[in-house]
């Protein structure tokens, strides 16, 4: 009888390290073997999807701060036009998270479909079938395993695939608008900062006015106290 192979060690666990990251970019070049294959086609549609997504959801969100002013307006026309705009965002969102779910969820078939059939094929190579089910303890039921685990794989990682491809955009876009907003709230404080020689400038330029109109208002004082005496 064939001698059996050690058992896994016992605590081993799976580890974030470069051996992890060799090995996904291996199943990635499974996954995506070109760049005109059909799953990176539909990857590169997700992708524009999402961040379509994510266009509309910003829209929606400038939304209810208009209201004050169509509101305030009583602006009727202006309050009808706002409520078919929010409407038509509205139902757009909705349609761009649909097609981005059908998107995810044909990734997770052609993903697995695509892994299945390579594993198999190093399954059955060689002797990698006899090895694996007969001289390995470690290794119950490969088969199974295989079919299992890339059902999992696959579906977590489509599950996250839109939400990994639209964070770095996200967090770009959103950045530059916060640089922006930073940016002009600095000139506002400069504009209106008590050092600043502009200002001053303006202030002694105000100043000087006033000091002028009160000389004449003095003046104009003194000599109408000054004409009942001479009377």
């Known amino acids: 009888m064939a001698a059996r192979g050690p058992a896994a060690r016992a605590g081993a666990r799976p580890k974030?390290?470069?051996?992890?990251?060799?090995?996904?970019?291996?199943?990635?070049?499974?996954?995506?073997?070109?760049?005109?294959s059909q799953n990176a086609l539909m990857f590169l549609t997700l992708l524009f999807v999402a961040l379509l997504e994510q266009l509309v959801i910003y829209q929606v969100g400038l939304i209810p701060s208009q209201y004050y002013g169509v509101l305030g307006n009583k602006d009727l026309d202006g309050f009808k036009t706002l409520t078919f705009l929010a409407v038509m965002l509205i139902v757009l969102n909705s349609m761009l998270k649909s097609f981005d779910q059908f998107t995810c969820n044909l990734l997770y078939v052609s993903w697995r479909k695509d892994l299945t059939e390579h594993l198999h094929?190093?399954?059955?190579?060689g002797r990698v079938y006899y090895t694996l089910n007969v001289l390995r303890d470690d290794v119950d039921n490969p088969d199974q395993r295989i079919s299992q685990d890339v059902e999992r794989f696959c579906r977590q990682l489509s599950s996250m695939a839109s939400k990994l491809i639209i964070s770095p955009f996200t967090l770009i876009y959103y950045t530059y608008q916060c640089f922006q907003?930073?940016?002009?709230?600095?000139?506002?404080?400069?504009?209106?900062?008590?050092?600043?020689?502009?200002?001053?400038?303006?202030?002694?330029?105000?100043?000087g006015k006033a000091g002028a109109a009160g000389e004449a208002g003095g003046g104009?004082?003194?000599?109408?106290?000054?004409?009942?005496?001479e009377c």
């Open 121 to 125: 094929h190093l399954y059955f190579q």
């Open 220 to 229: 104009f004082q003194v000599q109408a106290h000054a004409n009942p005496g």
């Open 181 to 207: 907003r930073l940016a002009r709230a600095y000139e506002h404080l400069w504009v209106f900062h008590p050092g600043n020689p502009g200002e001053q400038n303006v202030d002694g330029a105000h100043r």
């Open 16 to 36: 974030l390290d470069l051996q992890f990251l060799q090995r996904f970019l291996q199943i990635q070049k499974v996954l995506f073997p070109s760049w005109s």
